[in-house]
């Protein structure tokens, strides 16, 4: 059974595709689900991927990935920036964690340049549009089975 890693995206991430083209670009949510489960296939990984508009929902999704999940890749969108139990919330799944975001947010509005997830994150990919998934999940493969393609 190849090790599961979990791949969750905040709120307002459903309208990829229509939400903000020029920072978002033009794939949508489901576009990047299939390019995780083709990207999980080339690195030996089973993947979840799921979205949210509602904190607690991913609150219970990241506390039911501890002991069955082996990493944690996640956009927390609008929640970076304002969420303190979603960081509570990795730390106690004692899962690796990267944290992407499609857009730079480092180039964006000052409120968007902290986050409560970046210090407890294994990594940080921001501004890599899509790529970012695939990057993240390389590295869980590489992490956990010694892939390297
Ligand atoms: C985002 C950046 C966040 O600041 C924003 O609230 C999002 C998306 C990104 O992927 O670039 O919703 O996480």
Same mark, same amino acid.
């Given at each position: 059974?190849?090790? @599961?890693?979990?791949?969750?995206?905040?709120?307002?991430?459903?309208?990829?595709?229509?939400? &903000?083209?020029?920072?978002?670009?033009? %794939?949508?949510? !489901? #576009?990047?689900?299939?390019?995780? !489960?083709?990207?999980?296939? %080339?690195?030996?990984?089973?993947? *979840?991927?799921?979205?949210?508009?509602? &904190?607690? *929902?991913?609150? #219970?999704?990241?506390? +039911?990935?501890?002991?069955?999940? !082996?990493?944690?890749?996640?956009?927390?969108?609008?929640?970076?920036?304002?969420?303190?139990?979603?960081? #509570?919330?990795?730390?106690?799944? &004692?899962?690796?964690?990267?944290?992407?975001?499609?857009?730079?947010?480092?180039?964006? %509005?000052?409120?968007?340049?902290?986050?409560?997830?970046? !210090? @407890?994150?294994?990594?940080?990919?921001? +501004?890599?549009?899509?790529?970012?998934?695939?990057?993240?999940?390389?590295?869980?493969?590489?992490?956990?089975?010694?892939?390297?393609?």
């Amino acid at each position: 059974m190849p090790p @599961i890693v979990l791949v969750l995206n905040g709120p307002n991430l459903n309208l990829l595709g229509t939400r &903000e083209p020029t920072t978002y670009g033009h %794939e949508t949510l !489901a #576009d990047i689900s299939a390019l995780c !489960a083709r990207s999980a296939e %080339e690195f030996g990984l089973a993947v *979840e991927f799921r979205q949210t508009n509602h &904190e607690g *929902e991913l609150l #219970d999704w990241i506390c +039911g990935a501890r002991g069955r999940c !082996a990493g944690i890749v996640i956009n927390p969108a609008a929640w970076t920036h304002t969420c303190v139990a979603i960081r #509570d919330a990795l730390v106690a799944s &004692e899962l690796p964690v990267i944290e992407v975001h499609l857009s730079n947010v480092h180039a964006r %509005e000052p409120f968007r340049h902290h986050s409560f997830v970046s !210090a @407890i994150a294994s990594a940080v990919l921001t +501004g890599f549009g899509s790529h970012g998934y695939r990057l993240a999940l390389q590295h869980f493969g590489q992490r956990l089975l010694g892939v390297s393609p």
